[in-house]
């Protein structure tokens, strides 16, 4: 008798509690589900895409005179809007402030352009990649450009980045040593500037900004110019990390602009094509 009254006791005590996390999960997911949703539905109602950028040719090209935007991302967007039928506005950020203005609501997502790190992993949530793009370097023409990144430490090279560039975070990674030349703001042909005033050895970005930058600048030369695949790493865009419902939209909206070939045509209007994969469709066997 004690022995069937401790089974049933037991019974019923597993049975409130089951009920009792079932009703926690179905309020953590309504909550969650809340939270998914009001982004893009803010956005919708309001009829307004709110988008951060950072200018830089050609994923975002700013006219100086006008400061209308083109390029390869807002062609992209120009896309998403046409379809949902809303108006674009653009918020011009930094690469060191670009996820506190999300954080901030300043925008609702952020194109970047952006390589996907840890550290930035933390405070945003990445889209899959856009493109990929490696670093390389400049220096004078009259240095003899270091052979690899330790010979720039050998040498006692002083080294101009970017604050939260790519290489600004390699440097101080992998070779705490170096001394560093770091320039803020969104300028990202800066750190190539500072070896051109002499501020500098030699100055570290992108391969693409590079190549654009020492074909206007005669007195500079290349560095590592067979390995722009340094520190290659991918872009993406980034929304809020609760953002869950404006993720997956964005997931969804670049898998199709990349599948249905619309990215690669807006692509072929420009000089410089970013590095990007779509997978080949083949007839199931």
């Not at 509690?17 to 179905?26: A, S, Y």
């Not at 309020?27 to 895409?49: F, H, K, P, W, Y």
């Not at 709110?50 to 006008?66: E, F, H, L, Q, S």
């Not at 390029?71 to 402030?97: C, E, F």
Request: glycine content about 6%; some cysteine.
């Amino acid at each position: 008798m004690f022995t069937q009254k401790v089974l049933i006791f037991s019974l019923g005590f597993f049975v409130s509690l089951t009920l009792l996390m079932g009703c926690n999960k179905k309020v953590d997911t309504d909550t969650a589900s809340a939270t998914q949703i009001s982004a893009l539905e803010n956005m919708i109602q309001r009829g307004e895409i709110r988008v951060g950028y950072v200018a830089w040719n050609p994923a975002v090209i700013k006219d100086a005179t006008t400061g209308e935007l083109s390029g390869i991302y807002p062609d992209m967007i120009q896309n998403i809007a046409d379809v949902l039928k809303l108006k674009v506005s653009w918020h011009q950020t930094t690469l060191a402030n670009f996820a506190a203005g999300l954080q901030s609501q300043q925008y609702d997502f952020s194109v970047g352009p952006t390589f996907i790190t840890i550290p930035r992993s933390i405070p945003v949530a990445f889209t899959q990649p856009v493109a990929y793009v490696g670093n390389s370097a400049v220096v004078k023409t009259g240095l003899v450009p270091p052979r690899t990144v330790k010979e720039i430490e050998t040498r006692k090279l002083k080294v101009a980045v970017l604050q939260g560039q790519a290489m600004d975070e390699f440097f101080k990674r992998r070779y705490p040593n170096i001394e560093l030349l770091i320039l803020a703001g969104s300028d990202l042909t800066a750190p190539l500037a500072a070896v051109s005033s002499n501020q500098a050895d030699i100055g570290f970005m992108n391969s693409v900004t590079v190549n654009r930058y020492t074909n206007e600048h005669p007195e500079l030369g290349i560095a590592f110019a067979e390995d722009s695949q340094l520190e290659l790493l991918p872009l993406a865009w980034a929304t809020r990390q609760n953002d869950l419902h404006l993720h997956r939209f964005l997931e969804s909206t670049l898998t199709y602009l990349k599948m249905t070939g619309r990215l690669e045509e807006i692509q072929k209007k420009y000089k410089i094509q970013l590095l990007y994969d779509t997978p080949r469709l083949h007839t199931a066997k």
